[in-house]
């Protein structure tokens, strides 16, 4: 026991019920512990039995053997969680040996483990009335992860660092209870900024007579964007590619030019979107701005492939909202588009989306031919400009060099957005969202307008459910929903009688609506997880300049959560991943299916000058290569389609699809089964 003695550098006594815990401490490390009971003497307390632990065992000891060790320790420390009559007696028994002590704030935790942890104001975490050390609370708090669920190590790391920035463990497992506290929630502010540019004045345009005392009549002067754009060849024809946030004015770009042209005779305003609920909307609103000015608006979009008599498009409109895919269809089909003054592409970032992107990249390609070979037969007509718009774009000098056009790239953010991340079960987001929706809706900002949600889900079905179980008005909206119906969504939105709408896909790309609050109920679309440049448009739909002092994004996270057996990653580990990750690059790397694809469409519409079509695409193109495969199938008969090339890029077959079909017509299944084959063959990929 000497030698234990000698080696004793700090003594901690903490109360353990009627007797003390011994630590017996050196550089850090526990040399030995047990437990001293006191004894009363007339010359005051003394050791009375003295013990040590090995494991779960004790043994004896003469309690001299406590008075060597603390004589021979440097330091003797006294734990503040000891009750005062403990201290008391402790410091009595000290003194009776001539001992000094010091009364240290402790972690109880470790104490009543046989180890010494001293607390201060600054590593203090606070628990159940009482302060334990940063490792405890994390063990405790790893305790209550384990219970709730499977959490990635991204989310523990998160959690850890709000524990010790609060130093509240409970605030902490409130926390994951489903409690809102803004403070545990908040990850970080998006800043406003303002980039300092020269405001054009819009007097000073001199566009078409028609267009411009119309414009003066909305605005005095051009938003910052729009002026760098004026300023960089905007109405010189220069082609364009705009990088600026939601709600920054890029669409009114895109109007100028091609509305200006059109009044002009300089040709027809193309202006396509990605989805029917954009195109329906800007074409409602094209019409109603520009109607007044004797401009013809009409509409294409995908579903035009499905029932074209001829009448529901007017190529020789003054303007053209299109969907990528109807577009694409009118030029696979040899439809005439006029001669096409301006060209508007909204949402380009498409071009970078796996399943969508080599389509718009074909679009592209097949549209400036069309447009070549217009103005090498008609000498009254020279082209179309070109005008790429976009929130989010990682390598925006790289696909604007490749789109042969001038990059205007405006990072300012009109209002800030604050953006929060909790955790939550299916169950428990339901609750959260109504509580959320809620307190957005009972206040009003400082210019008049009530705070409005959208909700982001995975699914339709979701849509209706989480709509249904809101406590205030408010109403699902997909691509599902009729048209009718949208519109009356839109303008209930608009008039503030919802509080909220619950959607999919449709709203991410741009439909205007002026909500305060994003809350994201899932982190996937359909069974993929968001992209970065996905979430990052998405979360710009919250806050609007002219109607909210600042944007609430909401995150809500189930831990371990996957919504198909594809997904390798969790929604907690993908939640991270959007907060921190950087903005993907557009580029493109198509497979043997996408090129197939895009070879077929462009020999359609470009016959023997397919090659130059595929050479100016983003992504690499084994041109001779895809030939071999559409001759082998015969789908091309030399460098023309066949009547089986014509069907299937019509309607925008990928190879398997047409094989598919072709097999289950020969096998004389029904239409029913058809479509009931490749709605497996899809949810197997």
């Not at 104490?111 to 050390?133: L, Q, V, W």
């Not at 179309?384 to 990072?411: C, D, H, M």
């Not at 909700?455 to 709509?467: D, L």
């Amino acid at each position: 026991m000497s030698q234990q003695a000698a080696a004793v550098e700090t003594l901690f006594l903490h109360a353990d019920g009627d007797s003390y815990r011994v630590v017996a401490l050196r550089d850090g490390e526990r040399v030995f512990h047990g437990t001293l009971e006191c004894k009363e003497t007339h010359a005051g307390p003394r050791p009375g039995k003295f013990r040590t632990k090995t494991g779960s065992s004790e043994e004896p000891r003469d309690p001299q053997e406590f008075v060597d060790i603390a004589r021979a320790a440097t330091r003797i420390r006294i734990s503040q969680q000891t009750s005062t009559e403990g201290r008391q007696e402790l410091q009595e028994l000290l003194d009776g040996y001539q001992l000094s002590a010091k009364v240290v704030r402790t972690c109880r935790y470790c104490a009543n483990d046989g180890a010494y942890s001293p607390i201060t104001e600054e590593t203090a975490i606070k628990t159940d009335r009482e302060h334990i050390c940063p490792d405890c609370a994390r063990e405790e708090l790893e305790r209550e992860l384990a219970y709730k669920g499977q959490f990635t190590s991204q989310a523990q790391e998160r959690l850890e660092d709000l524990l010790l920035e609060v130093q509240d463990l409970d605030r902490i497992v409130d926390l994951l209870s489903g409690e809102l506290d803004p403070d545990l929630t908040k990850f970080d502010t998006i800043s406003a900024t303002v980039d300092d540019v020269d405001p054009v004045q819009t007097a000073d345009l001199g566009l078409h007579p028609q267009l411009q005392p119309m414009l003066e009549s909305r605005f005095d002067e051009l938003l910052p964007v729009q002026s760098l754009s004026v300023r960089n060849g905007l109405f010189d024809g220069d082609d364009q590619l705009v990088v600026s946030a939601t709600a920054t004015g890029k669409t009114l770009i895109g109007e100028l030019a091609g509305i200006d042209r059109a009044l002009t005779g300089e040709g027809t305003m193309l202006f396509l979107v990605p989805l029917v609920a954009l195109a329906n909307q800007k074409h409602e609103d094209f019409r109603d701005r520009y109607g007044d000015l004797g401009l013809d608006v009409t509409i294409r979009v995908g579903a035009s492939r499905i029932n074209d008599d001829g009448t529901r498009f007017d190529p020789g409109a003054d303007v053209i909202v299109g969907t990528y895919e109807g577009i694409d269809h009118a030029l696979r089909t040899g439809k005439d588009l006029g001669d096409i003054g301006t060209v508007v592409i909204d949402e380009v970032h498409t071009l970078k989306e796996p399943e969508r992107g080599h389509r718009l990249d074909g679009l592209i390609s097949r549209l400036k031919y069309y447009c070549e070979e217009r103005a090498d037969t008609r000498s009254t007509y020279s082209g179309a400009q070109w005008l790429y718009l976009s929130a989010t774009v990682g390598n925006p000098e790289w696909l604007a060099k490749r789109l042969g056009a001038t990059l205007i790239e405006f990072e300012e953010r009109p209002v800030p957005i604050e953006r929060h991340v909790t955790f939550a079960d299916e169950r428990e987001k339901l609750r959260l969202e109504d509580k959320l929706v809620k307190r957005a809706f009972d206040q009003k900002s400082s210019k008049g307008y009530r705070g409005q949600t959208i909700i982001f889900t995975n699914s339709r079905r979701r849509c209706h459910s989480i709509s249904r179980k809101l406590g205030y008005d408010s109403a699902p909206y997909h691509a599902g929903l009729d048209y009718k119906k949208r519109k009356q969504v839109e303008g209930k939105f608009l008039d503030q009688e919802l509080s909220a709408v619950v959607t999919t896909a449709a709203l991410a790309a741009g439909v205007d609506f002026p909500a305060s609050q994003v809350i994201f109920d899932s982190l996937a679309m359909g069974i993929e997880w968001l992209s970065v440049q996905e979430f990052s448009q998405m979360l710009g739909r919250a806050g609007r300049p002219d109607y909210h002092d600042k944007g609430t994004v909401y995150m809500l996270i189930e831990p371990d959560c996957t919504y198909h057996n594809s997904m390798e990653m969790t929604e907690d580990e993908v939640a991270f991943k959007l907060l921190k990750g950087e903005m993907e690059d557009v580029r493109n790397v198509y497979d043997q299916a996408a090129a197939v694809e895009e070879t077929l469409a462009n020999i359609t519409v470009a016959g023997e000058s397919a090659k130059r079509l595929n050479d100016r695409m983003l992504g690499e193109i084994d041109t001779q290569r895809a030939v071999g495969k559409l001759l082998e199938w015969e789908f091309i008969d030399g460098l023309q389609p066949t009547q089986m090339g014509r069907a299937v890029t019509r309607h925008f077959l990928s190879p398997d699809d047409a094989f598919r079909l072709l097999d289950a017509i020969r096998n004389g299944l029904s239409p029913y089964e058809i479509v009931a084959e490749q709605e497996l063959a899809d949810e197997e990929l």
